[in-house]
């Protein structure tokens, strides 16, 4: 999973608080994609972000939950006011914007609410 | 909603054995990708398939997908306890959208 970096590793959070998980893609990359893993689950698309655009965020949930990709800087997906059902490995994933050639995880966040 | 069902959910088979993973759904994908997820990282892609029809293959893994673009398989031969993990399928539609992943088979070879 070189190249791309997601930190933290690992976060806990009490509920009500804020927790920001943040993704630099690889270089080159200029889309960015972010998955939620449940255990023992698959991974659910949540969105879907070029350069300061949000191109698809179908799989958020509508409150609480926002995603950014700024001109400089990483990706930051933003979960306010968490509760323990935000519990999961968050994934973010990159890829260039030419043909379909595979997309490239980081090891994702393993956010725990307590 | 584009769904990917992957069979069987659980695999768990001796050292030397072969298998096959499957990966069914109803909707023609532009791509599907096949990936590897160890407990603790992300997934890492082991292949891309693009046309109806084809066939990969990585070492010991034969993967392929339908000729209709709808299903794919994933074929193992002779299995070591390296194999062990989840393997994740995950089509594409268009360019650059985004990945549906399927379930995932989460395959234990004993020695």
């Known amino acids: 999973n070189a190249g791309v970096m997601q930190n933290p590793r690992h976060l806990v959070r009490r509920r009500g608080q804020e927790a920001r998980l943040r993704c630099s893609p690889m270089k080159g990359h200029s889309h960015v994609y972010w998955y939620r893993q449940l255990p023992e689950e698959g991974l659910k698309f949540m969105v879907y972000?070029?350069?300061?655009?949000?191109?698809?965020e179908s799989g958020m949930p509508k409150e609480r939950f926002s995603a950014e990709f700024p001109k400089e800087g990483p990706s930051i997906l933003r979960i306010q006011q968490v509760v323990r059902g935000d519990s999961a490995a968050y994934f973010c994933?990159?890829?260039?914007?030419?043909?379909?050639?595979?997309?490239?995880f980081g090891s994702g966040t393993r956010l725990t609410v307590v | 909603t584009q769904l990917l069902e992957q069979s069987p959910q659980f695999l768990s088979i001796q050292e030397g054995e072969n298998l096959t993973v499957y990966c069914n759904s109803s909707?023609?994908?532009?791509?599907l990708q096949w990936y590897r997820q160890e407990p603790g990282e992300g997934p890492v892609l082991l292949v891309t398939v693009v046309t109806g029809g084809e066939v990969k293959k990585l070492k010991r893994l034969t993967f392929q997908f339908g000729d209709a673009r709808k299903d794919s398989s994933l074929h193992i031969t002779a299995a070591q306890p390296g194999d062990t993990g989840l393997y994740l399928c995950a089509g594409e539609w268009g360019l650059g959208n985004m990945l549906t992943f399927g379930g995932g088979t989460r395959l234990m070879v004993k020695p």
């Open positions: 994933a990159s890829s260039p914007p030419t043909v379909p050639v595979g997309y490239t």
């Open positions: 972000l070029q350069k300061e655009n949000i191109i698809d």
């Open positions: 909707s023609v994908f532009s791509s």
